[in-house]
């Protein structure tokens, strides 16, 4: 069974679905990005969904269980490339996505990240780019 790659970018780690995911191959990535996050010391996770295009309740919830465990290693996760198709399913099966933040493309994502991150370090200057995206 194919597993999705992780992939290191400074103090990020992509998780990029390019493939159908299967109930194995989900709960397979959700123990790689725990390992991955506790061994990297990573501070956030973008998830790429943007070649995902059907959901069911049980990948839904797969969304809010790595966000649940990125937390728990200290790591913020942001959900990017969702297809309006994926919205609209989730919306109908009544799934919310927790502490998930989302943002529409890779770009910003990581920059939803950065300025997380610089908040929780405290430095200044992350006003401007944090009410552009929302994050105030």
């Known amino acids: 069974m194919d597993r999705v790659p992780i992939l290191q970018i400074g103090d990020v780690l992509l998780v990029s679905i390019q493939v159908d ?3 194995q191959s989900v709960l397979n990535l959700q123990e790689d990005l725990a390992e991955r996050i506790s ?8 998830i790429d969904i943007s070649a995902v295009e059907i959901v069911d309740s049980f990948i839904g919830r797969m969304f809010a269980t790595i966000a649940s465990l990125s937390q ?3 790591a913020d996760t942001v959900v990017v490339g969702m297809r309006p198709a994926v919205a609209i399913t989730l919306v109908e099966l009544g799934l919310t996505l927790g502490n998930v933040r989302t943002a529409l493309d890779l770009d910003r994502g990581i920059k939803i990240l950065r300025v997380l991150h610089e908040r929780r370090r405290g430095l200044p200057g992350t006003g401007h780019a944090a009410s552009t995206l929302g994050l105030r």
């Open 21 to 23: 995911l299967q109930d």
């Open 39 to 46: 061994a990297t010391g990573a501070s956030g996770v973008v």
């Open 72 to 74: 728990l290693f200290d």
